[in-house]
Nanobody, 124 residues
Framework: QVQLVESGGGLVQAGGSARLSCAASRRTLTTNTMGWFRQAPGKEREFVAAISTSSGTTSYADSVKDRFTISRDNAKNTVYLQMNSLKPEDTAVYYC?????????????????WGQGTQVTVSS
């Protein structure tokens, strides 16, 4: 079992920045891939970004590419999501998730463990 705890959400003005953190309770094969997803009210959960904690390989949704950066600190079992140039449409609950293989990293159903989510609200 792996517990994931997200932090760093809050209210941000459009054009501003925020950084989310996701701390895993331990590092196992299951935490080799860590991803960020988000869900806005009335919408389906969508992929944001993912990283392989072993190789550093990353992937991004087109909607956040060039604005968001995912990174990891393996010593702290923590993954970060740096969000710049935030837009009101980025408003959502952001979830951290983890699984073993990087393949299909954008598919939510392939992830094994999820955090409780952290709210990010971008005001216009």
């Amino acid at each position: 079992q792996v517990q994931l705890v997200e932090s760093g959400g809050g209210l941000v003005q459009a054009g501003g920045s925020a950084r989310l953190s996701c701390a895993a309770s331990r590092r196992t094969l299951t935490t080799n891939t860590m991803g960020w997803f988000r869900q806005a009210p009335g919408k389906e959960r969508e992929f944001v970004a993912a990283i392989s904690t072993s190789s550093g390989t990353t992937s991004y949704a087109d909607s956040v590419k060039d604005r968001f950066t995912i990174s990891r600190d393996n010593a702290k079992n923590t993954v970060y999501l740096q969000m710049n140039s935030l837009k009101p449409e980025d408003t959502a609950v952001y979830y951290c998730a983890t699984k073993r293989f990087f393949l299909a990293s954008s598919v939510a159903s392939t992830y094994d463990y999820w955090g409780q989510g952290t709210q990010v609200t971008v005001s216009s």
